[in-house]
């Protein structure tokens, strides 16, 4: 069993250099080559909802000649003159039993947030669009499930959760408006599991 715990975002956020390339890779992207480097931890002052997508990212030209740019792919590819450079800010979010700022794809199995740039059917009752990292991978738990039986109804919940996520207190079962896909349980790659009573649990 894991104990969940709820992120929220924090007014800081990872300087990165990243590189990017099409091509086949066996690592997670599998269409394209990837790699970046964390430069350090800059301020991202927090923002209200309306103005979230308002950022100012560093100028990629004041770091054209910088030496730490990625060469290759963790799968061995070395980049070419064909390669995409971008430098990226990376949201750090807090609230980790260990007390570290973790960005959402570093956040550890058990962590949830909200993934307030869905809107509509992805949003549950509270305004909260619920992501939690299983030991598989993130489930959006608002969403429609892939084997939903009422594809074209938006009122139904796939999964119905209960309590209020940002205490870690929630629940995740069929007991509401719902379809009939599963028993309320989720598959997400490898792991099969429930989230009960504010625990991930393996089936």
Not at 78 to 104: I, K
Not at 109 to 118: E, H, N, P, Q, S
Not at 175 to 197: E, K, P
């Amino acid at each position: 069993m894991m104990k969940v715990f709820f992120l929220e975002p924090a007014p800081n956020a990872e300087l990165l250099l990243r590189c990017f390339e099409a091509g086949t890779c066996p690592g997670p992207y599998t269409s394209y080559h990837n790699a970046d480097v964390v430069l350090g931890i800059v301020d991202e002052p927090l923002r209200p909802p309306e103005d979230r997508y308002e950022r100012l990212d560093p100028d990629r030209a004041a770091f054209s000649a910088d030496p730490r740019w990625p060469a290759q792919c963790a799968c061995g590819y070395a980049f070419t003159e064909a390669v995409e450079r971008q430098v990226n800010r990376d949201r750090l979010y807090r609230g980790a039993p260990d007390g570290q700022l973790y960005s959402l794809s570093n956040a550890p199995v058990g962590a949830m947030w909200d993934a307030w740039w869905m809107t509509g059917r992805s949003n549950g009752a509270d305004g909260i669009c619920l992501v939690v990292k299983t030991p598989g991978g993130d489930w959006m738990v608002d969403e429609r499930a892939s084997n939903c039986t009422l594809p074209n109804d938006d009122v139904h919940k796939c999964w119905v959760r209960h309590g209020d996520p940002r205490t870690g207190n929630v629940h995740v079962d069929k007991n509401g408006v719902t379809c009939a896909a599963g028993a309320g349980s989720i598959q997400q790659g490898a792991y099969h599991g429930f989230l009960h009573n504010g625990e991930l649990t393996a089936c």
